[in-house]
T-cell receptor
């Protein structure tokens, strides 16, 4: 199993550009989520999904869209990038049916810079 | 809403010193508590977790944490740190059954000096 795979690892955007951060997992996990990590702020939840076709907002959803058409994929879209979205983005997943005490499996992150 | 507070932003220790990182959460009901570690340049990994039973939880690499319900705390400890423990440590809480939202603290950066 590859686990949670994120692409790209690095990306530089200009203000106003759009892009999609990809996240795929091969563990058949129902739950997937996106976090952003900023210095001194820890990890903040952007969006999450508990299964295909179901998404919900986290703590900081503004400026981001998600969709979940398959169990495996959970892309994060930036429609119009802003410098405030410069951050490191982590995708994470875990199985749903074993309850909320299960650990999250994290991807290796995407470092995004918006100029 | 659930929240997590980590008291120390940056801790600097010498090798063999003892470590205690503070974590307090706010939530009135049943909680699941986690400590994650992020080594330089790597993604987060689970260090240990508590969801029921013995409030003293042992994790990997000699770490342990104690859940004290009356204090809403879940402090991380290690009796003797090593240089390889240099990392950022995140406490996280999942506040109630059925919720899939894991709330993280802001993290504590640990630097261990050889």
């Amino acid at each position: 199993n590859a686990g949670v795979t994120q692409t790209p690892k690095f990306q530089v955007l200009k203000t106003g550009q759009s892009m999609t951060l990809q996240c795929a997992q091969d563990m058949n996990h129902e739950y997937m989520s996106w976090y952003r990590q900023d210095p001194g702020m820890g990890l903040r939840l952007i969006h999450y999904s508990v299964g295909a076709g179901i998404t919900d907002q986290g703590e900081v959803p503004n400026g981001y869209n998600v969709s979940r058409s398959t169990t495996e994929d959970f892309p994060l879209r930036l429609l119009s990038a802003a410098p405030s979205q410069t951050s490191v983005y982590f995708c994470a997943s875990r199985p749903r049916d074993r309850g909320t005490n299960e650990k999250l499996f994290f991807g290796s992150g995407t470092q995004l810079s918006v100029l | 809403a659930q929240s997590v507070s980590q008291h120390n932003h940056h801790v600097i220790l010498s090798e063999a010193a003892s470590l205690e990182l503070g974590c307090n959460y706010s939530y009135g009901g049943t909680v699941n508590l986690f400590w994650y570690v992020q080594y330089p340049g790597q993604h987060l990994q689970l260090l240990l977790k508590y969801f029921s039973g013995d409030p003293l939880v042992k994790g990997i690499k000699g770490f342990e944490a104690e859940f004290i319900k009356s204090k809403f705390s879940f402090n991380l400890r290690k009796p003797s740190v090593q240089w390889s423990d240099t990392a950022e440590y995140f406490c996280a809480v999942n506040g109630y059954a059925g919720s899939y939202q894991l709330t993280f603290g802001k993290g504590t950066k640990l630097s261990v000096i050889p």
